[in-house]
Nanobody
Framework: QVQLVESGGGLVQPGGSLRLSCAAS????????MRWYRQTPGKERELVAG????????NYADFVKGRFTISRDNGKNTVYLQMNSLKSEDTAVYYC????????WGQGTQVTVSS
């Protein structure tokens, strides 16, 4: 049974940091590129960051470049999103996604940036 379980979301003040985790099970994690997306009510889900299977290649949306870092630990079947210098506009539900022969999605974790 495939599972992607996000954690680490919460309420943080502007300028603060959070680290999201996504624990994977039920498939060969190291064979899948991983992505983080986010979505706010009434808007399309948007790509935040991606990382290749071995973690050598990463890419970021312009709106998070220099603030967010995606990483993965294939030994732990986990992908991370370190989010620094958070802004109110980063408030969203964040989803991890495994991209491979099949695409798998997590259930999402809420991130709220507010004073």
């Amino acid at each position: 049974q495939v599972q992607l379980v996000e954690s680490g979301g919460g309420l943080v003040q502007p300028g603060g940091s959070l680290r999201l985790s996504c624990a994977a099970s039920g498939f060969t994690f190291s064979s899948y590129a991983m992505r983080w997306y986010r979505q706010t009510p009434g808007k399309e889900r948007e790509l935040v960051a991606g990382i290749s299977t071995a973690g050598r290649i990463t890419n970021y949306a312009d709106f998070v470049k220099g603030r967010f870092t995606i990483s993965r630990d294939n030994g732990k079947n986990t992908v991370y999103l370190q989010m620094n210098s958070l802004k109110s506009e980063d408030t969203a539900v964040y989803y991890c996604m495994a991209r491979g022969p099949y695409d798998y999605w997590g259930q999402g974790t809420q991130v709220t940036v507010s004073s």
